[in-house]
């Protein structure tokens, strides 16, 4: 029996990531639960139910209980925390009676969403829960020097929010949040291509599009890709063809605030860390990081070097299993 399990959990608005101190990344799945309305019963959660999105009989709704980075149904993210801790202990072999958690949470999240996100950890058992910044966690596990005197930019663009911060002794100098990322680009892609096309597609669809010809950058080699949605006007099903270009104008509106938050965190940096974001450059994490050309345009947005995380999807989740070392130290540079 291994009752002081210590783990870290990602709670990001796409996918939930959970880190052992022993393992690594244990866990990475959709943050997706497929509930029956009728029982009120959990019929899937993760991958499971991300693959019934848009798929499901009427009683069987597959849900998002995280918006923006924080927990918008606190019901059903507690059970989707319980099901999911659940898979962790099979995975490991091991039961997860009361665990020392570290929960990463948005930098601009309110007293009240951090108290829902450490309650529904605290439900499940876990015996001390302990919330560090996501600027902090995404630092820490993109191997960054976060306890020196030195500046570490960080942008971190996940499915809900974009998280913008300068880290120096182990604390945010400065920080900005914007409630734009992932998801947002997605539900742009689905807006044009229903007012351009009259056509009806879905959120895969449309994440699938992204990732196929979304480009960060205006100047880029135009690609074609070949999609179905429904058509609005017969209701019958249709095969068009999308550019790069469209898409890049479709979610322009996106990346320009993500970089507007990029500049109002740089122009809040204290002169004397100026000078090492120069040097250092700003490093990238999250998924939306990785879209295609991304490194490129913010390179030359804001003249300053810009890196890629070694492991961009799992930086935050890293961070809060290795923040469990300097969990001390941390929480003195926060108060």
Request: glycine share 10%; with cysteine; net charge negative.
């Amino acid at each position: 029996m291994f009752s002081n399990a210590e783990i870290g959990i990602d709670l990001g608005t796409a996918n939930i990531l959970i880190y052992s101190k022993t393992k690594g990344v244990v866990l990475n799945e959709p943050s997706v639960v497929a509930i029956d309305i009728n029982t009120k019963q959990v019929v899937a959660v993760g991958l499971e139910a991300k693959e019934m999105v848009g798929k499901t009989p009427k009683n069987i709704v597959p849900i998002r209980p995280l918006k923006d980075g924080v927990i918008a149904d606190y019901d059903v993210t507690a059970q989707m925390l319980k099901e999911l801790l659940k898979k962790v202990s099979k995975k490991l072999g091991m039961s997860m009676r009361k665990p020392t958690v570290v929960v990463c949470t948005p930098s601009g999240s309110t007293t009240v969403e951090r108290r829902a996100i450490h309650n529904a950890v605290t439900s499940y058992g876990a015996k001390h829960v302990h919330l560090i910044e996501e600027p902090v966690a995404a630092a820490i596990g993109a191997d960054l020097p976060v306890d020196e005197p030195i500046a570490n930019v960080v942008v971190d663009i996940g499915g809900g929010t974009s998280e913008v911060g300068i880290i120096s002794f182990g604390g945010i100098v400065s920080c900005n949040s914007v409630r734009t990322g992932g998801d947002k680009m997605d539900e742009e892609i689905i807006q044009h291509i229903r007012k351009t096309y009259n056509i009806l597609i879905g959120e895969r669809t449309a994440e699938n599009i992204k990732m196929e010809v979304g480009y960060a950058h205006p100047n880029h080699k135009e690609t074609m890709m070949d999609i179905r949605g429904r058509d609005m006007v017969t209701g019958l099903p249709k095969t068009i063809e999308i550019t790069s270009t469209e898409i890049y104008h479709a979610i322009k509106e996106s990346l320009e605030q993500i970089l507007e938050a990029i500049r109002a965190t740089l122009e809040e940096c204290p002169p004397e860390l100026s000078g090492d974001i120069v040097d250092n450059g700003i490093v990238l994490t999250g998924g939306g990081s990785l879209l295609n050309g991304m490194q490129e345009w913010l390179s030359e947005e804001i003249s300053v070097p810009v890196h890629m995380a070694p492991n961009p999807l799992e930086s935050v989740a890293i961070g809060t299993g290795r923040a469990l070392k300097m969990i001390g130290k941390l929480q003195k540079a926060a108060k």
